[in-house]
């Protein structure tokens, strides 16, 4: 069974920065890609940014490119998210989550496998 723990978040002002980490544990995860999904108040939830094991392959939703980082450290099975230059529409509750199976990046429901509780992300304008 794969837990995955996000911390990391908070509020912030408009144009401020956060950093959100998700650590894994429960079972080896190499090969394995990770990402990071958002969901605000009457909206579905949406794929923001995922990563392969390696860090060799990286996805990113229009909406954050050129703002946010998603980045791995392998040995310490954690899977980061740097938000720089944050606007109110990023408000949400992120989730972290693993792929379904080696080498899957998690960017849709279908493609990911378990995921965390959520840490939630508040901007203010």
């Known amino acids: 069974q794969v837990q995955l723990v996000e911390s990391g978040g908070g509020l912030v002002q408009a144009g401020g920065s956060l950093r959100l980490s998700c650590a894994a544990s429960g079972r080896t995860f190499s090969g394995y890609a990770m990402g990071w999904f958002r969901q605000a108040p009457g909206k579905e939830r949406e794929s923001v940014a995922a990563?392969?094991?390696?860090?060799?392959?990286?996805y990113y939703a229009d909406s954050v490119k050129g703002r946010f980082t998603i980045s791995i450290n392998n040995a310490k099975n954690t899977v980061y998210l740097q938000m720089n230059s944050l606007k109110p529409e990023d408000t949400a509750v992120y989730y972290c989550?693993?792929?379904?199976?080696?080498?899957?990046?998690?960017?849709?429901?279908?493609?990911?496998?378990?995921w965390g509780q959520g840490t939630q992300v508040t901007v203010s304008s």
């Open positions: 990563i392969s094991w390696s860090g060799g392959s990286t």
């Open positions: 989550a693993i792929g379904r199976a080696f080498g899957v990046l998690p960017t849709t429901d279908r493609s990911s496998g378990s």
